[in-house]
Each structure stands twice: as C-alpha cells, then as structure tokens.
C-alpha cells in the first residue's frame, strides 16, 4: 500500500470547519470527496463509521490540532452519496460504504476482469476476487465486493452464490 499524499488543504486549518459562503462550501466539499476517494483508494477502505471516523486520519490532522466535526463528516458523506461514491450500510446512516469507483464503474471493472481471464460461465469464490493480484479491487472489502457483484446480478451478467457463513461465497459469470 502506498502512502496517501495529503493535498495543501489538509494543513490549512479553515478546511475542517464548514464553511458557511455556499460558493467556498461547495469547492470545500469537492476537495473532501478528491482527498477522501484517494484515500480510500490507497486504505483501500470500504467502511466508514461516522462515530470513529473523527477520530481517522483522513479526518483528524494532529500536526494542527484539526479534526472534522461529525456534522462536516456527515456533510461530506451526503455529498459523496448524492455523487454515487458513498451510501449508509443502514438507515441510522451512522456507517458508511465508501466507493472510491461508483458501484457502475466497479461492475464494469469486474465484468471486463471476468472476460479477459476467461471467468465467463465459470465460478469464481470471493475469496479468489478480493485477493487477485495486482488488480484494482485487490484487497477490496467483502461487503463492497457482494454489492458490486450484486450490481453485476441485476444487469444479468453474474449469479452471486452467498453462503451462510461466506467462506463458500462465489459468483457465476455470464
């Protein structure tokens, strides 16, 4: 994993306070959600809680004495759910799944991994998808992995096989 490259704002202390301006905000929030999708990215960090999350790097910048508050959190998180990268694992919205791709983009990243390795009509584990090598979703999060796959399922381009305990859980290809 490499390491995450904090852009200038992470040092600029009005960065973790929202900003009241609507203009300055909306240009906030973008810079959020750029520093947030890297960070996933490199983390390769598929949950955030709201309640631990000020307490995350990516949200609490101890050189200056800076966290985001969790009503800026859950600002930044609405944002990226109204863009596709982000939606609450339920309705308290206190988790998150954070995508760092839309769950679209992922499942054509998948569908394009299953034909150029032959994976078409056969049955792959989970297991086997998370921990290809050398991939983009190498590492990803089960949780993510099942909701691209189940993404996958609604186009009609893959079966998901899910098992009571997971260890068993695959997906057929179409």
């Known amino acids: 994993m490499s390491e ?3 852009p200038w704002q992470y040092n600029f202390p009005p960065f973790f306070t929202l900003q009241p301006n609507e203009e300055t905000r909306k240009k906030q929030l973008e ?5 947030i999708l890297e960070y996933v990215k490199k983390t390769k960090t598929g949950i955030v809680d709201v309640q631990e999350a000020d307490t ?4 609490c910048n101890a050189a200056i004495s800076r966290k985001l508050s969790p ?8 944002m990226l759910h109204q863009k596709g990268n982000a939606e609450p694992v339920d309705k308290t919205k206190v988790r998150w799944y954070i995508y760092w791709h839309t769950l679209s983009e992922w499942a054509d990243i998948m569908y394009q991994h299953a034909q150029e390795n032959g994976l078409v009509n056969s049955v792959c584990t ?3 998808l998370i921990n290809t ?3 983009e979703f190498t590492g990803l999060n089960e949780e993510i992995m099942i ?3 189940e993404r996958l399922q609604k186009d009609e381009k893959a079966e998901l096989i899910l098992s009571d305990d997971r260890s068993g859980s695959g997906v057929k290809f179409f």
């Open 147 to 149: 909701k691209i796959l």
């Open 4 to 6: 995450v490259q904090w």
């Open 71 to 78: 009503e800026g959190i859950q600002a930044v998180l609405e």
């Open 126 to 128: 989970l297991y086997e």
């Open 56 to 59: 995350m790097p990516l949200f």
């Open 133 to 135: 090598p050398d991939k």
């Open 31 to 35: 810079a959020w959600r750029d520093l």
